[in-house]
């Protein structure tokens, strides 16, 4: 931040949970400096609940509505009837996927009359099953085998690159899906595409270049975004090589939930 201070940018977006205080300190020492961070509402986070930023767009991402889609998905397709989520650290950009997954299930199971079990999240204590990092390739494989042993067919990490170990292991024993999360896995790990039924997007490019032109044109404002699914700025990945493991049915009541969801009769999280 401060080698870019010393540049003169115009705009210095950071990315990331872990950047908040960072950017926070950046932003209250240089007023007439403009910044975006994503993945971080300041009001979350108690130290800077009482602060605002005029100087500061945050950019936020409800991706429970869309890890809601993922969790009806997954609860459709599994043989087992088990599936299951971790995550990287319980920090509330990763724990709110792992609620809407659940409650995706839950819904699932409510709607036809089914009994899929969630392994590695329970939203209503907030507790589960963590890498403990963002990292590790070798511990997002030991866990993905853990849940494979326990049942679980098709599994959702949300853990950055920790994910991808997890894809591995699931790609090698066969039999099982993972869910990829912020891009499209079919996308960004295409080597794992077979195994990858779908993933929770956050559509982080539209808001950025927004902001972006915010600033060229002159009409920058600090404050909230928050992308959802009515905005566009969440939502799940196309079906790509597995469409037809996808039924549908379920594909037909994924629109119809999206609107419910917009309309805020379903409930997505705690």
Same mark, same amino acid.
């Given at each position: 931040?401060?080698?870019?201070?010393?540049?003169?940018?115009?705009?210095?977006?950071?990315?990331?949970?872990?950047?908040?205080?960072?950017?926070?300190?950046?932003?209250?020492?240089?007023?007439?400096?403009?910044?975006?961070?994503?993945?971080?509402?300041?009001?979350?986070?108690?130290?800077?609940?009482?602060?605002?930023? *005029?100087?500061?767009?945050?950019?936020?991402?409800?991706? !429970? +509505?869309? =890890?809601?889609?993922?969790?009806? #998905? /997954?609860?459709? @397709?599994?043989?087992?009837?088990?599936?299951?989520?971790?995550?990287?650290?319980?920090?509330?950009?990763?724990?709110?996927?792992?609620?809407?997954?659940?409650?995706?299930?839950?819904?699932?199971?409510?709607?036809?009359?089914?009994?899929?079990?969630?392994?590695?999240?329970?939203?209503?204590?907030?507790?589960?099953?963590?890498?403990?990092?963002?990292?590790?390739?070798? *511990?997002?494989?030991?866990?993905?085998?853990?849940?494979? !042993? +326990?049942? =679980?067919?098709?599994?959702?990490? #949300? /853990?950055?690159? @920790?994910?991808?170990?997890?894809?591995?292991?699931?790609?090698?024993?066969?039999?099982?899906?993972?869910?990829?999360?912020?891009?499209?896995?079919?996308?960004?790990?295409?080597?794992?595409?077979?195994?990858?039924?779908?993933?929770?997007?956050?559509?982080?490019?539209?808001?950025?270049?927004?902001?972006?032109?915010?600033?060229?044109?002159?009409?920058?404002?600090?404050?909230?975004?928050?992308?959802?699914?009515?905005?566009?700025?969440?939502?799940? =990945?196309?079906?790509?090589?597995?469409?037809?493991?996808?039924?549908?049915?379920?594909?037909?009541?994924?629109?119809?939930?999206?609107?419910?969801?917009?309309?805020?009769?379903?409930?997505?999280?705690?």
């Amino acid at each position: 931040i401060n080698a870019f201070l010393e540049e003169g940018c115009d705009l210095i977006i950071t990315v990331g949970f872990l950047m908040d205080g960072a950017t926070q300190a950046a932003a209250t020492a240089n007023p007439d400096q403009l910044f975006g961070i994503v993945d971080v509402d300041f009001v979350n986070f108690d130290d800077f609940s009482d602060i605002t930023f *005029d100087n500061v767009k945050e950019l936020t991402y409800q991706t !429970d +509505e869309a =890890a809601f889609l993922a969790g009806y #998905v /997954a609860a459709s @397709v599994t043989q087992t009837g088990t599936v299951a989520t971790f995550g990287g650290l319980q920090f509330p950009t990763v724990t709110i996927f792992m609620d809407g997954f659940v409650y995706g299930v839950e819904y699932y199971n409510a709607q036809n009359g089914t009994d899929v079990n969630v392994l590695g999240w329970d939203p209503a204590t907030q507790t589960g099953s963590f890498a403990g990092n963002f990292e590790s390739l070798d *511990d997002g494989r030991t866990l993905g085998e853990s849940f494979m !042993d +326990e049942g =679980a067919d098709v599994i959702m990490p #949300v /853990a950055g690159p @920790v994910g991808l170990g997890t894809a591995a292991a699931v790609q090698e024993r066969g039999n099982a899906y993972v869910i990829g999360v912020d891009a499209d896995f079919y996308e960004t790990a295409n080597e794992y595409a077979d195994v990858t039924l779908t993933s929770v997007l956050k559509n982080m490019d539209a808001s950025v270049y927004d902001l972006i032109e915010a600033v060229v044109n002159g009409t920058f404002e600090g404050g909230l975004y928050v992308g959802t699914l009515e905005n566009g700025g969440v939502g799940i =990945a196309p079906f790509h090589d597995l469409d037809s493991v996808v039924s549908d049915d379920v594909k037909a009541a994924l629109a119809g939930i999206t609107a419910g969801i917009v309309a805020g009769d379903i409930q997505v999280a705690p």
